[in-house]
């Protein structure tokens, strides 16, 4: 059974920088499995805020961007605002199915 | 602009059957596949699986196989999950993902309650 393992939880401080990971353990993170990242806040919907590595929708605030770092896929933050503390999904495609990572809370302060 | 609405709650007993839908807007559901997703009480997104609306091809995860069933309905643009011999670890948030613009629309969810 394929997992996908990210930080359960971060703490940054106002202002600053924090990469979030996801590993998956058929081996290395790469294009080919589409990693997205979605944001979740307490009580709401999902909404996805990185698709295919990179790329941001409209609504992605400029500080988020997506990468792959090493043999894992990457969010980083930079500039993180209070209303940056949320939940953080990956998701990533395995031949035809897909699967979410745990989860990393990000907490600011 | 695209949205999903899915239907309301479900409180069903232990072993009984449930459907959920998701009608879209926006765009023709048979361009993009229909993904759902379960968010159990307090826990993280889980994948169930997807249905590509054009052929009504399938893909499930597989702690789902053999008790999930993904359909389309392309005519009322309508997706539905239905999840069979229900026990209360099936109780979750369970959410439609369009695969349209690059999973950029999420359902509002549809809490489905095992409960005996």
């Known amino acids: 059974q394929t997992v996908v393992t990210q930080e359960p939880s971060l703490t940054v401080s106002p202002g600053g920088t924090v990469t979030l990971t996801c590993a998956s353990s058929?081996?290395?993170?790469?294009?080919?499995?589409?990693p997205n990242w979605i944001q979740q806040k307490p009580g709401q919907a999902p909404r996805t805020l990185i698709y295919?590595?990179?790329n941001k929708h409209s609504w992605t605030p400029a500080r988020f961007s997506g990468s792959l770092l090493g043999d894992k896929a990457a969010l980083t933050l930079s500039g993180v605002q209070p209303e940056d503390e949320a939940e953080y999904y990956c998701?990533?495609?395995?031949?035809?199915?897909?699967?979410f990572g745990g989860g990393t809370k990000l907490t600011v302060l | 602009e695209v949205h999903l609405v899915q239907s309301g709650a479900e409180v069903k007993k232990p072993g009984a059957t449930v459907k959920i839908s998701c009608q879209v807007s926006?765009?023709?559901?048979?361009?993009?596949?229909m993904h759902w997703v379960k968010q159990a009480p307090g826990k993280g997104l889980e994948w169930v699986g997807l249905?590509?609306?054009?052929?009504?091809?399938?893909e499930y995860a597989e702690k789902f196989q053999g008790r999930i069933t993904i359909t389309a309905d392309t005519s009322t643009d309508t997706a539905y999950m239905e999840l069979s011999s229900l026990r209360s670890e099936d109780t979750a948030l369970y959410y439609c993902?369009?695969?349209?613009?690059?999973?950029?629309?999420w359902g509002q969810g549809t809490l489905v309650t095992v409960f005996s």
């Open positions: 993902l369009t695969a349209a613009h690059y999973f950029g629309s």
């Open positions: 926006g765009y023709r559901l048979i361009d993009y596949h």
């Open positions: 249905v590509d609306p054009e052929d009504g091809t399938t």
């Open positions: 058929t081996g290395a993170v790469t294009s080919a499995y589409f």
């Open positions: 295919s590595t990179t």
């Open positions: 998701l990533l495609y395995y031949s035809g199915a897909w699967v």
